[in-house]
Antibody, heavy 121, light 108 residues
Framework: QVQLVQSGIDVKNPGASVKVSCKAA????????VSWVRQAPGQGLEWMGW????????RYEQKFQGRVTMTTDRSTSTAYMELRSLRSDDTAVYYC??????????????WGQGTPVTVYS | SYVLTQPPSVSVAPGKTAMITCEGDNIGRKSVHWYQQKPGQAPVLVMF???DRPSGISGRFSGSNSGNTATLTISGVEVGDEADYYC???????????FGDGSKVTVL
């Protein structure tokens, strides 16, 4: 069955970087894109960006431009999201989600289990 | 940027019908998706393209989208339906996804 398995809990100091992984199984990895969504404690869902697993093309939410990089490793069917220059308000659960092969309004039909990231000094 | 407005909370008695609204400018022209999120869990897709239900989602869930309002309807509400519900659209003008702030459904 389709599964997205994410890396585990992470704790970082302000100014550091975090890289979250999302390993896909049960489907053709390059046939679907991957979006990243985060959720701060007690808050709603926030879309961060999308990556084409086929071409590597990316689209980032403007507020993350310059701080985020999304990549994939097709050999291991794994997507990655790196966020740099971490601040305390980056403390959140980070989710990967399967979306369409192109960026055109496809729903997110499968989600990873989430990776809690805490930023504190 | 495109804004989606949801009621913060919806309360409903067991067996009754819950209607969760999502308002946005001409949202009826957009693809709307709905997600259910229970505490400590990842979101789950419960409705896509306004009124299509994924396999495995109860037939008690239905959706509509017209004008400036999209609606997720839960019929015969059960205690297990208690969750946060988020609407989502694709904003083609800015090339990004937008989520509503979420509605907490409480079963009385």
């Amino acid at each position: 069955q389709v599964q997205l398995v994410q890396s585990g809990i992470d704790v970082k100091n302000p100014g550091a970087s975090v890289k979250v992984s999302c390993k896909a199984a049960g489907y053709s990895f390059i046939s679907y894109g991957v979006s990243w969504v985060r959720q701060a404690p007690g808050q709603g869902l926030e879309w961060m960006g999308w990556i084409s697993t086929y071409s590597g093309d990316t689209r980032y939410e403007q507020k993350f431009q310059g701080r985020v990089t999304m990549t994939t490793d097709r050999s291991t069917s794994t997507a990655y999201m790196e966020l740099r220059s971490l601040r305390s308000d980056d403390t959140a659960v980070y989710y990967c989600a399967r979306g369409g092969p192109i960026l055109n309004g496809f729903p997110f039909d499968y989600w990873g289990q989430g990776t809690p990231v805490t930023v504190y000094s | 940027s495109y804004v989606l407005t949801q009621p913060p909370s919806v309360s409903v008695a067991p067996g009754k019908t819950a209607m969760i609204t999502c308002e946005g400018d001409n949202i009826g022209r957009k693809s709307v998706h709905w997600y259910q999120q229970k505490p400590g869990q990842a979101p789950v897709l419960v409705m896509f393209y306004g009124s299509d239900r994924p396999s495995g989602i109860s037939g008690r869930f239905s959706g509509s989208n017209s004008g400036n309002t999209a609606t997720l309807t839960i019929s015969g509400v059960e205690v297990g339906d208690e969750a946060d519900y988020y609407c989502q659209v694709w904003d083609s003008s800015s090339d990004h996804y937008v989520f509503g702030d979420g509605s907490k459904v409480t079963v009385l």
